[in-house]
């Protein structure tokens, strides 16, 4: 069974930063697409950032804060956030991704991260 | 970027009724196009994939349509599960995804 499992959210103070991990399994991780999507309450979604074959994309709103990586030996996807911002604030999804920045097959249940003072 | 509108915002049908939710591209996305639906306090679900392919475990009463810079998604009889919001995604530069259109009960 396809699993992913987010952790790291939590409170952190705007300018702050902190990192996201995605535990993947039942699959084939290392040859998988991945990506994160965001979801701030009561709001839609938002593609944040995919990382295919060691090439990373990032939505212009993240672009230069935040930071996607994965590693493979430990089928475990990462999100480096860093400067957040208020609007940051949302809940985080780790999703399988099928062709590089879509679609998303596989999500998990969230991280939420909280930005405030 | 490629900027995605869906309409209605809101939609109000019954068990039963055909529903079509629309989704534009501000720019041609050729068929890399894909529909979610989500209910309150649940994680997304893909449901059609390049613009008309449904997702394995997708209920048939769920279609898309489209190329280009329109699609459509159509549910042939609304079922009391199917009351949830609906996103469309394009995935053929980066990604981005439409506000989003509720379906509630009438």
């Known amino acids: 069974e396809v699993q992913v499992l987010e952790s790291g959210g939590g409170l952190v103070q705007p300018g702050g930063s902190l990192r996201l991990s995605c535990a993947a399994s039942?699959?084939?991780?290392?040859?998988?697409?991945m990506s994160w999507v965001r979801q701030a309450p009561g709001k839609g979604l938002k593609w944040v950032s995919s990382i295919s074959d060691g090439s990373t994309y990032y939505a212009d709103s993240v672009k230069g804060r935040f930071t996607i990586s994965r590693d493979n030996s430990k089928n475990t996807l990462y999100l480096q956030m860093s400067n957040l911002r208020a609007e940051d604030t949302a809940l985080y999804y780790c999703?399988?991704?099928?062709?590089?920045?879509?679609?998303?097959?596989?999500w998990g249940q969230g991280t939420l991260v909280t930005v405030s003072s | 970027d490629i900027q995605m509108t869906q309409s209605p915002s809101t939609l109000s049908a019954s068990v039963g009724d055909k529903v079509t939710i629309t989704c534009r591209a501000s720019q041609s996305i050729s068929s890399w196009l894909a529909w979610y639906q989500q209910k309150p306090g649940k994680v997304p679900k893909l449901l059609i994939y390049?613009?008309?392919s449904l997702q394995n475990g997708v209920p048939s009463r769920f279609s898309g349509s489209g190329s280009e810079t329109e699609f459509t998604l159509t549910i042939s009889s609304l079922q009391p599960d199917d009351f949830a919001t609906y996103y469309c995604q394009q995935y053929s530069s980066y990604s981005s995804f439409g506000p989003g259109t509720k379906v509630d009960i009438k």
């Open positions: 390049k613009a008309s």
């Open positions: 039942g699959f084939s991780f290392s040859s998988s697409a």
């Open positions: 999703a399988r991704t099928t062709v590089i920045t879509g679609p998303f097959d596989n």
